[in-house]
């Protein structure tokens, strides 16, 4: 019920998938614990709940 979005500096997904949470704090878990594996820590992301509840939320940086 929780879903990943992950976007590149120029807003072009990177990463688009359904997470395997039950609970706002596993989808926390599950999302940083990607991030971090795939080097995106900085990259802008959202977390949500699928009824549109934003968990986790890193918003574009400008230059």
């Known amino acids: 019920m929780y879903h990943m979005t992950v976007y590149d500096e ?16 596993e989808a926390k878990k599950e999302g940083y614990a990607w991030l971090t594996k ?4 900085t990259k ?6 699928t009824t549109g509840r934003l968990v986790a939320f890193k918003s574009h940086q400008l230059k």
């Open 10 to 25: 120029k807003g072009e997904v990177l990463f688009d998938e359904a997470l395997k949470a039950k609970t706002d704090e």
């Open 38 to 41: 795939h080097g995106h820590v």
């Open 44 to 49: 802008p992301h959202r977390i949500f709940h």
